[in-house]
């Protein structure tokens, strides 16, 4: 079965701080990986999507991937409380079909 | 606008009743697929299909229909609720390939008696 850990959190980080959200996956073939903000009750939305090696930013969110550790990050830098939400990693296998994690809860703290 | 729209939103029904959740894409995607989501277990996939009367299951299929008539509309039937299928439910849908994001419908709350 394929699969997508995250950490189920909640990650407590103080406003301004860097946030670090991380997400494994079990299949090699696995070939773009997606970042969802995900608000009590609301729909997900995506922040960014990756899928090469290496970094990728976009204003304050960096994803990062490492295919060989089947390993995916975020991070966000400069947290605002408006952060405070689940992120939700999600993969898209070989056969097109998206896998998603249990979600991560941040809470940012004024 | 370009969206994905779910009906109805919030639903409250009794066991065994036959009820149809909606969904329907204007953005002439070829996936689309079926979500629920509860306290503490995260998004997970009911049904998806890759286009066109090309359906799979899921994670929990189980109690769920779907069809793909259509491309634009992707319909989920639960021929015999119950309590136990109450839970918020997405819709979403992706164009095909690998580089491409899923867009979310609104949700629907469903409430099984």
């Known amino acids: 079965q394929k699969e997508v850990e995250q950490n189920s959190g909640p990650l407590s980080v103080p406003e301004g701080a860097i946030a670090s959200l991380n997400c494994t996956y079990s299949?090699?073939?696995?070939?773009?990986f997606f970042w969802y903000r995900q608000y009590s009750g609301k729909s997900p939305e995506l922040i960014m999507f990756?899928?090469?090696?290496g970094d990728k930013e976009d204003g304050r969110f960096t994803a990062q991937l490492n295919k060989a550790s089947q390993y995916v990050s975020l991070l966000i830098r400069d947290s605002q409380p408006s952060d405070s939400a689940t992120y939700l990693c999600?993969?898209?296998?070989?056969?097109?079909?998206?896998?998603f994690g249990p979600g991560t809860r941040l809470s940012v703290l004024p | 606008e370009a969206q994905v729209t779910q009906n109805p939103r919030y639903l409250i029904t009794v066991t065994g009743k036959k009820l149809t959740v909606t969904c329907s894409q204007n953005?002439?995607?070829?996936?689309m697929s079926w979500y629920r989501q509860d306290p503490g277990l995260g998004l997970r996939q009911i049904y998806y299909?890759?286009?066109?009367?090309?359906?799979d299951k899921g994670d929990v299929p189980e109690g769920y229909k779907v069809s793909r008539k259509e491309k634009r509309n992707f319909p989920l039937i639960l021929e015999s609720p119950s309590p136990n299928q109450t839970s918020l439910y997405f819709c979403?849908?992706?164009?095909?390939?690998?580089?491409?994001?899923?867009?979310f419908g609104p949700g629907t709350r469903l409430t099984v008696l």
């Open positions: 979403a849908s992706s164009l095909a390939g690998y580089y491409n994001e899923q867009f």
């Open positions: 299949d090699r073939g696995s070939q773009s």
């Open positions: 990756i899928y090469s090696n």
């Open positions: 999600a993969v898209k296998d070989y056969g097109q079909n998206f896998v």
């Open positions: 953005m002439n995607h070829e996936y």
């Open positions: 299909s890759m286009n066109v009367e090309v359906t």
